[in-house]
């Protein structure tokens, strides 16, 4: 459906701002240790970490792994992520990783990394892609689904990556990730359904039309 309002704000630049924030971090040597996720200081009431803990990395390869990816996201997907929904995500995702972890991982002592936003955001992108080309968006829906349900097998390795990031990846944190992106794709796709069956002029990118 044709906007009539002013095309929405590209995720792109505050991919950028992102990106430049997981840098910095990673090369404040404090930074992971005030600002992780990390279950025995949150029980004591450092509430921030629950947040805070997704934007700082293990090291600075840790960082750039996850800097580039924040960027290509919004590049490819920067007609599908309106900046208003990109931070939509980045503000939910982070309490709702937080949360699955804590009760899915007991065992877990610290977290750190902003993959499994990224997973939010990938799987948001994807979805909002259907109406426009759904073969694509189904067949790359297809392999995120599967190269999920792999991750959560004991076929995985997590310590792949040991070498570079000097630590394993958190399955659970792409998991609860992607679900926080899916849930709020599917959501809008229905919103801008119920939005066109009203005759309202809907725009996905602008909003209803005045």
């Not at 404090?30 to 279950?39: E, N, P, S, T, V």
């Not at 948001?124 to 080309?133: C, D, E, N, T």
């Not at 991750?151 to 310590?159: I, L």
């Amino acid at each position: 459906m044709p906007s009539k309002g002013a095309p929405a704000a590209s995720p792109l630049p505050p991919a950028v701002a992102l990106a430049a924030l997981f840098l910095l971090l990673a090369l404040w040597p404090a930074a992971a240790d005030l600002l992780c996720y990390q279950r025995d200081a949150q029980a004591r009431g450092e509430l921030w970490r629950v947040f805070t803990g997704h934007f700082v990395h293990l090291n600075l390869s840790h960082a750039l792994l996850n800097a580039t990816g924040t960027v290509l996201v919004a590049l490819v997907l920067r007609q599908e992520v309106p900046a208003r929904d990109w931070w939509r995500i980045i503000l939910v995702a982070p309490f709702v990783i937080s949360l699955g972890l804590w009760l899915k991982q007991p065992s877990l002592v610290a977290y750190v990394g902003f993959s499994g936003v990224l997973h939010g955001l990938l799987y948001f992108g994807v979805l909002r892609l259907i109406p426009a080309a759904p073969g694509l968006a189904l067949a790359v829906l297809v392999l995120l689904v599967g190269r999920q349900a792999w991750e959560q097998t004991g076929a995985y390795d997590p310590d792949y990556l040991r070498g570079l990031i000097h630590g394993r990846v958190m399955p659970d944190a792409h998991l609860f990730g992607a679900l926080t992106g899916g849930v709020y794709g599917l959501w809008s796709l229905w919103r801008d359904r119920l939005h066109k069956a009203a005759g309202t002029g809907y725009s996905p990118k602008t909003g209803p039309d005045a």
